[in-house]
């Protein structure tokens, strides 16, 4: 049985497609390559839990996506990656949404954490 249900953002298709396959086997997960593409799916499905690239090429930035999922959920949770290393300022930001921050390379186990969405 699956444990919830997550949404993984990262504008480069294969990272979300990697993280995704390291959480199949314990969520459903959905992916967006854009904060837009993201919105949209968060406005139409329920998540338990985000993984969000703190860059994200296009439109609106991941720290801007999670500022305006907040205003509909305040206690989704979050999880900030990023392969680059970002500012005190940023990753306050992250901890501001409620987030946490965490660096790429990332696995499944560590999402899980992040989350506190053990697998069983």
Do not use: W
Not at 15 to 39: I, N, P, Q, Y
Not at 48 to 75: F, H, K, M, N
């Amino acid at each position: 049985m699956k444990k919830g249900r997550i949404l993984v953002v990262d504008d480069l298709a294969e990272v979300a497609g990697s993280v995704r396959d390291e959480l199949t086997l314990d969520f459903d997960v959905d992916t967006a390559t854009s904060g837009t593409e993201a919105l949209h799916c968060f406005m139409t499905n329920r998540y338990d839990g985000l993984v969000v690239d703190v860059q994200l090429d296009a439109g609106i930035s991941g720290l801007e996506l999670v500022a305006r999922i907040r205003e509909t959920d305040p206690i989704v949770k979050v999880v900030f990656f990023s392969a680059t290393e970002y500012s005190e300022d940023i990753r306050r930001r992250a901890l501001d949404l409620g987030a946490t921050f965490c660096e790429k390379p990332v696995t499944g186990d560590t999402i899980r954490a992040y989350l506190g969405m053990q697998a069983s």
